[in-house]
């Protein structure tokens, strides 16, 4: 699914426009950004949790060549799904 898909489904899911849809979905998704990027966690219970974690900077091989790369440290997006969200999947 893509996002044109999601918003589609939201709208037709809460009886509302796409525009009204998709409007709510870049909300959602600039709420969730700003807060990952404070570093904050973000939780909803049933489906799942947003967080962030620091990957630590390592030395790497370039399969190509042999030869040692160092890769940096950086954060990045972690997502848990919920238990809710875990068994509806299963």
Same mark, same amino acid.
């Given at each position: 699914?893509?996002? $044109?898909?999601?918003? @589609? *489904? #939201?709208?037709? $899911? !809460?009886?509302?426009?796409?525009? +009204?849809?998709?409007?709510?979905?870049?909300? &959602?998704?600039?709420?969730?950004? %700003? $807060?990952?990027?404070?570093? =904050?966690?973000?939780?909803?219970? /049933?489906? %799942? +949790? &947003? $967080?962030?974690?620091?990957?630590? !900077?390592? @030395? /790497?091989?370039?399969?190509? +060549? %042999?030869? =040692? #790369?160092? #890769?940096? *440290?950086? +954060?990045?997006?972690? &997502?848990? *799904? %919920?238990?809710?969200?875990? =068994?509806?999947?299963?």
């Amino acid at each position: 699914m893509n996002k $044109s898909e999601l918003v @589609t *489904a #939201i709208a037709e $899911s !809460a009886d509302i426009t796409k525009a +009204t849809a998709e409007k709510a979905l870049q909300g &959602f998704l600039e709420a969730v950004t %700003g $807060s990952l990027k404070k570093g =904050d966690s973000v939780t909803m219970v /049933g489906f %799942g +949790t &947003f $967080s962030t974690t620091k990957r630590a !900077a390592r @030395t /790497g091989r370039n399969p190509q +060549t %042999g030869k =040692d #790369i160092k #890769i940096p *440290a950086k +954060t990045v997006v972690k &997502f848990k *799904a %919920g238990k809710k969200l875990a =068994d509806e999947v299963k």
